[in-house]
C-alpha cells in the first residue's frame, strides 16, 4: 500500500526510513504545540481550544502536502505571524480575533489564487533577494522582542528614561528562561533531535518541582474545538482597516512559505534540473492548509523547515509527511501538559527560534545602499513597532524611493513597485 501511495523504490526509500524521517521531524517541529496556544491565547482565545486546533490544522496541513504532493514536508502555524496575528492585530491595532481568523482566512483564499494562477511565481521573482531576506531577519527580532519581554522572558522591561531597559536578572522567571535558551543552544548545538520541545519541557517541571508554576496534568481525552471551530469574522476582516492586515500575511505566506519548500525540496532531490518535479503541487497544498487553519482557529499555517531533520534521516515521500501527521493527532492527548507549560518556558524556544531567523542577513548585499538600506529599515522597524506590517511597509517604499532618485528605476521590479504604492495608500488615506 505504502509502496503504491508514495512510490518509495523509485525515490530510493522504505517504509522504515520514512517512519524514523516523520518522527524525526515531529520531534524538531513539536514546540509549535505549546507555543502557538501560549501566543493566540493572549487574544482571548481558549487555550485549550487553539491547542486543538493547533494539532488538528498541523494533521490537516501536513496530511494534505503528503497526498497532493507527496513530500516528506511538515505543517504547522506559522512562528512570526501567530505573533503578528496576536500581537499586532488583536493587541495593538484592536480587532477582535475573530476578525484576525477571517482575515487569515481571505489570505488564504487569495494565496489560493495567486498559486492557481501562477502570479506566486510572478510575486516571489520580483521581490528582490534583499527585502526577502530582511523580512526574515525582522519576523525574529519581532519574536526576540517578544520573548524577551515582560510576558516572557522579563530581560527587556519597559522604562520611563531610556523607554526600555534591563529587567530583574534575579527573578526566578527570567532565570529559569535563561537557563532554557542555554539548554536548547547546547542541545541544538549537539544534534539533539527535539532540542526546542526538550527544553521547553525541562523547564516546565523544573518550575512545578519549585511552585513557581501550576501542574494541570499529562494526559486527557482531546480537548473541543467548539470555542474556535467556524469562529472567523470574514465580513468584519473585509473592512478597510484590514486591506493591509491581508497584505501582509499573503507576502509573508508567499515569502517564508516557498522559501521554505524550495530549501527542503532541493535537500531531498525532488526538484531536479530540467525534469517535471511537485512543486505545484506542493504550493496548492500549502495554500489550501492556511484556509482550513482559519476555519479550525488558528493563524496562517505554512511549511516547517524543520523538516530539513527528517529529510536528513533519509525521509524522501509524503510518507514522512503522514507520520508526522498522525503524532501532531496523537498530541491531542497532552493539553493538560500544554496548559502547564509557562510564558518563560516557551521564551527560550522563542528566543533561539529568533536567532535561527537571523541568519538570513547574510544573503542582503551590504555593498549596495540602495539594497543595504531597505532591508536594514524592514528589519529594524519590525521589532520597534511591534509590527511586521511597518517593516515591510518601511522596507518596499524605501526600495523604490532610493532605487528611483538614484536613477535605477529600471531594477524595480513591477512586484516591488506595486506593493510599494499598496502601502503608500494605506497610511495616506487609512492611517489607523
Known amino acids: 500500500m505504502f509502496e503504491r501511495l508514495f512510490r518509495l523504490r523509485e525515490h530510493g526509500t522504505t517504509a522504515r526510513t520514512e517512519i524514523l524521517a516523520g518522527i524525526t521531524t515531529f520531534l524538531t517541529m513539536s514546540y509549535i504545540i505549546f507555543v502557538n496556544p501560549a501566543i493566540l491565547s493572549t487574544t482571548g482565545m481558549e487555550h485549550s481550544a487553539v491547542f486543538a486546533a493547533t ?91 517578544i520573548a524577551l519581554g515582560p510576558t516572557g522572558a522579563g530581560i527587556v522591561v519597559a522604562h520611563e528614561a531610556t523607554v526600555v531597559g534591563l529587567g530583574d536578572l534575579t527573578a526566578p522567571s527570567t532565570l529559569f528562561a535563561i537557563f532554557g535558551f542555554f539548554l536548547i543552544a547546547a542541545l541544538d548545538a549537539l544534534k539533539v533531535r527535539g532540542a526546542i520541545l526538550i527544553g521547553i519541557l525541562v523547564v516546565t517541571v523544573l518550575s512545578m518541582f519549585t511552585g513557581l508554576n501550576e501542574f494541570h496534568g499529562v494526559f486527557a481525552p482531546p480537548p473541543s474545538l467548539a470555542p474556535t471551530f467556524m469562529q472567523l469574522d470574514i465580513m468584519g476582516a473585509l473592512s478597510t482597516g484590514f486591506f493591509h492586515v491581508i497584505l501582509v500575511l499573503v507576502l509573508v505566506e508567499v515569502f517564508d512559505a516557498t522559501g521554505t519548500m524550495i530549501g527542503v525540496a532541493k535537500r531531498a532531490g525532488l526538484i531536479p534540473e530540467g525534469k517535471p518535479n511537485r512543486l505545484g503541487r506542493a504550493l496548492f497544498a500549502d495554500s489550501t492548509a492556511i484556509v482550513a487553519g482559519s476555519m479550525l482557529g488558528t493563524s496562517s499555517t505554512t511549511a516547517y523547515i524543520e523538516s530539513a531533520s527528517g529529510v536528513q534521516a533519509g525521509g524522501r515521500t509524503g510518507l514522512t509527511a503522514v507520520v508526522v501527521a498522525a503524532l501532531f493527532l496523537l498530541a491531542l492527548l497532552f493539553s493538560p501538559l500544554a496548559q502547564s507549560v509557562p510564558g518563560f518556558a516557551t521564551a527560550p524556544a522563542l528566543l533561539y527560534v529568533a536567532g535561527l531567523m537571523l541568519r538570513e542577513v547574510v544573503e542582503v548585499d551590504w555593498a549596495d545602499i540602495t539594497e543595504a538600506t531597505p532591508a536594514a529599515l524592514a528589519a529594524i522597524i519590525m521589532p520597534f513597532t511591534y509590527s511586521i506590517a511597518n517593516g515591510l511597509a518601511f522596507g518596499f517604499i524605501s526600495y523604490v524611493v532610493l532605487k528611483a532618485i538614484t536613477g535605477r528605476f529600471r531594477e524595480i521590479h513591477p512586484a516591488t513597485l506595486i506593493v510599494a504604492i499598496l502601502f503608500v495608500v494605506k497610511y495616506a488615506f487609512f492611517p489607523e
Open 55 to 145: 494539532c488538528l490544522a498541523a494533521a490537516l496541513g501536513t496530511l494534505i502536502m503528503a497526498f497532493v504532493a507527496n513530500w516528506p514536508i511538515g505543517m504547522a502555524p506559522g512562528m512570526g505571524l501567530n505573533a503578528f496575528f496576536a500581537f499586532t492585530v488583536v493587541g495593538a491595532m484592536g480587532y477582535s480575533w475573530q476578525q484576525a481568523l477571517g482575515a487569515v482566512f481571505i489570505s488564504g483564499v487569495v494565496f489560493v489564487i495567486l498559486t492557481v494562477t501562477g502570479i506566486r511565481s510572478w510575486l516571489i521573482e520580483g521581490i528582490p533577494k534583499s527585502l526577502r531576506s530582511a523580512i526574515a531577519a525582522g519576523i525574529g527580532l519581532f519574536l526576540a522582542i
